[in-house]
């Protein structure tokens, strides 16, 4: 081989080597920078908000110690309810009695109550959801006339939640002194208000609420006999005490309590609302007394996808560190729930 040849021949071996240096550069270079986009997009899921499968609604109870003992307006419900992190409003009838009693519910009074509560919540964008009513009658009663006249004095807040672009009320089947008149009686009542308020596009729906209403599964065979799609449920997290030591409904020491789990469990399929009760909290932010994570997977695997509405009414923190804790530990279970 002559000289010309041999240099030729190590030109050519330098500059394969050359490309076989830069093309192993690039080949690292480019596989560096694809695990940075791939460690950023990782970042980006890990750090990204998960939307709850629920919205967040607040029933107004959760205020009254505001509203009955330092004179809060029932009427800053909205705006308040807007600043704590809710779009969902749910009304408590109860609350605004003072002032509809002396009018003695007048067709006025009602309109009035109605046009107030529609201009809060459109000033502060907030979601007309349901009225829970008290003290109207009872609709399970055995007597024919005073079932009757308990229906009756539930249409005007049927009127009223039709005029708030509200979708249901909330009722109470406490009474009756047997399980079978009581489930006679209550598909009765039931029927007769629903049959009301389904020309208004009203739901009406009921809520484990003391004495036989607390046993869920009568309350299902309830709403299975009345069969209305504007009747159903709102179960409630608590509420599952059938009966008190000293014989009221809502006081008292209780002295049998259906299962809370098994009771939202049977409420779930008739569910039109959810009522997230709570009382206290431990360090960590959970519910002393009721597993809300275990709540929410049955709520969850209803296939519910609508407001959860938080209720707080313990007696340690103040109203609006309540209704806060509620909210966060709502948020924090949805995070979790797979």
């Known amino acids: 081989m002559t000289n010309l040849e041999i240099m030729k021949d190590s030109i050519f071996n330098k500059r394969g080597l050359l490309f076989a240096f830069f093309a192993v550069f690039l080949f690292f270079f480019s596989c560096k920078d694809e695990k940075k986009k791939e460690d950023t ?17 607040l029933a107004q109870w959760s205020m009254h110690k505001m509203i009955f003992d330092d004179n809060v307006s029932p009427y800053t419900f909205a705006g308040k309810a807007k600043s704590w992190g809710f779009s969902g409003l749910e009304y408590v009838s109860g609350l605004y009695y003072e002032e509809l009693e002396k009018e ?10 109605v046009e107030k509560c529609n201009a809060e919540s459109k000033k502060h964008g907030m979601t007309n959801l349901l009225i829970m009513i008290d003290g109207q ?34 009722v109470n ?5 047997t399980k079978e008149k009581w489930l006679e009686n209550a598909v009765d009542g039931l029927t007769q208000l629903a049959t009301y308020a389904k020309d208004k596009n009203i739901n009406v729906i009921v809520e484990n609420h003391g004495g036989f209403s607390s046993n869920a599964e009568d309350l299902a065979t309830v709403m299975s006999t009345v069969n209305m799609p504007n009747c159903g449920t709102l179960p409630d997290f608590g509420n599952f005490c059938i009966k008190r030591k000293d014989g009221s409904v809502y006081n008292g020491e209780c002295a049998e309590e259906y299962d809370m789990y098994k009771g ?15 009382y206290n909290f431990d360090a960590e932010g959970n519910e002393t007394k009721i597993d809300f994570s275990k709540m929410m997977k049955i ?32 948020l924090k279970v949805a995070k979790n729930l797979k």
């Open 41 to 57: 997009i990782l970042k980006v899921e890990d750090t990204a908000v998960v939307a709850p499968f629920f919205k967040l609604s």
């Open 104 to 113: 003695n519910f007048s067709d006025e009074a009602m309109a009035a109550f």
């Open 137 to 170: 009658g009872d609709l399970a009663t055995e007597k024919p006339e005073e079932r009757k006249a308990a229906v009756e004095n539930h249409y005007k807040w049927v009127d009223a939640a039709e005029a708030m672009g509200c979708h249901s009320i909330r």
């Open 173 to 177: 089947l406490a009474g009756g002194t």
């Open 264 to 278: 939202v469990q049977e409420l779930m399929p008739f569910a039109k609302g959810v009522s997230a009760k709570s």
């Open 299 to 330: 709520v969850k695997e209803a296939g519910y996808e609508g407001f959860v509405g938080v209720e707080y009414e313990g007696d340690v923190l103040t109203e609006e560190e309540g209704i806060i804790a509620t909210k966060d530990l709502l």
